[in-house]
């Protein structure tokens, strides 16, 4: 951002709030410092819930946890939103009703987190018994025992626990940001509705169904989808899109059982070598996929979106510093441009084994999973099919299951393919205007230049919202880059809750 | 064979015993029928003691065992072998010496066994507990109960257990090939030396140790290591030599930790990708290594082994359809001259995760285990730097450990090289007197067409006999070759376990 927007930014939040015009910084920043403690402590409840999209008890309590907070709120016709079936994790739903507002707009976040495997956390930690500590839990950090001895939080504290940045920071931001306009008798430009997922984590199996069962409750304008980290420069950001995500699942086959690789070395076919040269075919030295077509079906940047690139902070050298490496797949290539291109990745390799288990054998089989990011354009069934074509021009035969006595004695070279199944990517183009409003939105709320990239390079479900609901996703993260997602030791940034709220608000209040 | 060598063959054992003559088929098959019953109990009994090199109590009852039978059998200065350090399986040794014999010869085989997975094993099965079955144990099969109600005991029956072929038929063939002799009156043209090693599966970690402490004893003009199965084509075999082994671990760095493959695919560098582009280098697709320099240090074949090797049977069909595949990795070359080329092998390769674990990742490492099969001539050392300096000229830079922080922030392209220690190759020349000596005698006690192969595919530390011992040693094997070696349901068929008392009498009775 220019210095000379950033003053103007400045003016505008210093003039006396008017419909439409955003909401005064100072005064929310005042509200939130006089309740950090109490809704500090509220949140570190609501972290210490179960969230896991399996555990039923788990989720009734954050149900009824949120709900109930809804309520207080003054949120109205508060209700869970049931799947067909018994047992799924139900989204809650509420909503406020603006006079006069022309547009809906729904606000999303998801109360269930990944699974956890406590023995990977720091000693002493538990997933669901959040700490308050000074500083990212990497090497040196303090646990805050009594932060209400303190006269004012540090922004740079941080809570810890699964959930505490994905996603519950989504749910309560949303609603405190609700709260807190109310509170302050700020009204909001448009209706909103809450919409809260409870099995993201486990892939939304009924998000679809959902959101067709309960359409007449969901109609909108547009999806402010709370979820993820925020830029790792530190800045805020909004992804108009998401790479959709394809996974596909290759074993090669060799001899009908692992053979002695001294009496049978240089004469029976090594399947780990067979994929190994399968896997180089698909990707020369510098990360271009080399498979026939892979890059054709891709829609081209628009102006727009190009621009926009452009301004995205480079913190490429940074990260690479971070994650201990100085090559990247195409150094020619920054990060942010890379994730507008389908990708081709091995997420594993396996065959027979390796260190002190490894014997002296030539393995029966090698199996790779590979999973294919997709962007705006790219069909993931063709995609699939592109990558199929390839295997076959290198002389396979493909099966879907494991070969037959008979398939094995009449194809020189087999594979077994598993097509997973898929979504495409999702894209709302920079020039809509929802896309215009979200963006002068959060701009307008947050102190620092907002990032504006086309896509995520992650993937989300979002064309389900397009498709279902009939309106278009933006994604408007607001946790920590360093939040350790669905890993050990999550943890979110205090001050990003704060911020959160602010955006939130900031969105609720967008131009009409 | 041809038919007149057969002729021949039958007419030279049916000629009255003279000294230096083949031992009397007609006798000893005679004296093996009378005795049959009361052998197998014995070697049932025997296959019955555990004989894992790690498992004191049952390498102590199997030395016990051993040592009375050759006490029994009139075998003299029977005594263990003990290494310099405690609680060392020891050797076992005894001997024979006989009135005007110019040579002396030692018998080696070994009475320790693989480890076993018990569950692995057929159900009911214990690899302690040895049965007879009617036939292999792959599709149907009878155990036979009653063996002693039987006229005839039936050579295709098999004796299941951990040992019964690899290699505690050896022990049993040879003592008993020596005690039957005895028995009848014939004397062995060589002075015999009986060496049992007690710890070949655990990669005879004290075998040069124990040669070199107990030299006096163990002076001699060749060895017989009786060990490993016959030729595929049911026909005997000596094998002249073995390929040398030399392991090499590889471990291809990536990012210092996992990272997300939507958020950073085509960006981060996947080591699985990586890996399998270098493995892929060193190799083509059909089977020759494309390193510098892998095949020039190896000794050609002579004309003798040329012509050794021309007469081998051709099993690859058969051994393909068994194996379930018909392209070898070379399909212009057969399996026995495969086996006299070095080779480059995969053993298994491991990176991150397949199948249900497999995750959206980009992994952070990826490691392969290779195997180098050496040949006449090449020097493992040698070998592995070839490996080195390929992957050098791909552009890796090699460590001996993880790589440091500041290694990950100074290199491109980093990997890890482990060099396991190794071995080479051992050869006795076809044309050498005890080459020829061993495969007339074989030939002469044996119905089949002896195949002699220069090497064996395989890899034993007979280099260890050449240096330690002063003397060359040949490979004879008994076991039939489907006798599941170091694998669940181990066999032996009871055939070959008389055939392997008729050559062990046979090379007692080598020519002079």
């Given amino acids: 951002m220019k210095p000379r927007y950033l003053y103007l930014l400045v003016y505008m939040l210093s003039v006396t709030l008017v419909s439409a015009q955003p909401v005064d910084r100072g005064t929310l920043d005042q509200y939130i410092r006089l309740n950090e403690k109490k809704w500090l402590k509220q949140y570190l409840d609501f972290v210490s819930i179960p969230n896991l999209a399996v555990d039923r008890i788990g989720i009734q309590r954050n149900a009824g946890f949120i709900m109930d907070l809804m309520k207080e709120s003054g949120i109205e016709s508060v209700q869970l939103l049931e799947a067909d079936q018994l047992n799924v994790p139900p989204a809650i739903y509420g909503q406020v009703k603006v006079p006069n507002a022309k547009q809906t707009i729904v606000f999303y976040a998801h109360y269930d987190g990944q699974p956890v495997d406590a023995t990977q956390w720091l000693p002493g930690w538990q997933p669901f018994e959040p700490l308050i500590i000074d500083s990212a839990p990497i090497k040196k950090f303090t646990v805050i025992k009594d932060y209400m001895s303190y006269s004012n939080l540090d922004a740079n504290w941080r809570i810890t626990g699964r959930g505490s940045a994905d996603d519950k920071v989504g749910i309560y931001a949303i609603i405190r940001a609700y709260a807190s306009l109310k509170k302050l008798g700020i009204s909001p430009t448009v209706n909103i509705i809450f919409f809260f997922e409870g099995e993201e984590e486990a892939g939304s199996p009924h998000l679809a169904e959902i959101l067709k069962r309960h359409a007449p409750l969901l109609k909108s304008d547009g999806w402010i989808i709370c979820d993820g980290p925020i830029h790792p420069s530190g800045r805020p950001v909004v992804y108009l899109g998401v790479r959709g995500d394809a996974g596909m699942e290759l074993t090669v086959y060799g001899s009908n059982r692992p053979l002695h690789s001294g009496h049978y070395g240089n004469w029976a076919p090594n399947p780990a070598h067979l994929l190994s040269r399968l896997l180089a075919s698909m990707k020369d030295d510098d990360g271009r996929v080399l ?208 911020t959160g709220i602010v955006e939130m608000a900031g969105l609720m209040r967008m131009k009409q």
């Fill in 291 to 498: 498979i026939k077509g892979f890059y054709d079906q891709v829609t081209p940047l628009t102006e727009q979106e190009k621009s926009a690139l452009e301004n995205v902070p480079n913190v490429d050298k940074e990260l690479q510093e971070a994650y201990g490496f100085i090559r990247s797949e195409n150094p020619s290539r920054s990060l942010s441009s890379s994730l507008l291109l389908p990708s081709l990745n091995i997420n594993g390799i396996q065959s027979a084994a390796t260190g002190k288990l490894a014997s002296n054998i030539i393995p029966s089989i090698a199996t790779a999973t590979l999973d294919l990011r997709l962007v705006a354009g790219v069909d993931y069934q063709k995609q699939q099919q592109l990558v199929e074509d390839h295997i076959r021009a290198q002389g396979y035969y493909i099966t879907r299951s494991a070969p037959s006595d008979a398939e094995r004695l009449r194809y020189n070279k087999i594979i077994q393919v598993k097509l997973k199944s898929g979504y495409n990517a999702q894209r709302t183009p920079l020039q809509h205007p929802f896309a215009q409003q979200v963006t002068e939105a959060i701009q307008s709320a947050t102190r620092s230049a907002l990032v504006v990239m086309p896509s995520m390079g992650g993937s989300l479900p979002l064309y389900i919202f397009e498709k279902y609901a009939n309106a278009l996703p933006i994604v408007v993260p607001i946790a920590n880059f360093d939040n350790n997602q669905h890993a050990e030791n999550e943890n979110l940034r205090l001050g990003n809750l704060w």
